[in-house]
Nanobody, 115 residues
């Protein structure tokens, strides 16, 4: 069983920054593709960013140039650095892992962008 625990969510003003962290319990973290998804209020969950085991990244068009995903394999942790935040970024953010053809999800952390 792989456990994913997110942290770093909260309230931030438009134009501000926030960094989310996701700690994974697996000892094969370095082999996993990791990502972040988000679910805005009243909308379906969608992809934000993915970082593959080799370091390749993909981003949703809506966050390109503003968000950065990274990983620290020694700490079994993936990060999402969010800059220039907009009210449209308000959502529950979920950590995701793909390992051995199985998907794992974190509990989610609320990010609210509002003045």
């Amino acid at each position: 069983q792989v456990q994913l625990v997110e942290s770093g969510g909260g309230l931030v003003q438009p134009g501000g920054s926030l960094r989310l962290s996701c700690a994974a319990s697996t000892n094969t973290f370095s082999n996993a593709a990791m990502g972040w998804y988000r679910q805005p209020p009243g909308k379906q969950r969608g992809l934000v960013a993915i970082i593959h085991s080799g370091g390749t990244t993909n981003f949703a068009d809506s966050v390109k140039g503003r968000f950065t995903i990274s990983r620290d394999n020694a700490k079994n942790t993936v990060y999402l650095q969010m800059n220039s935040l907009k009210p449209e970024d308000t959502a529950v953010y979920y950590c995701y892992a793909l390992l051995s053809m199985r998907s794992y999800w974190g509990q989610g952390t609320q990010v609210t962008v509002s003045s």
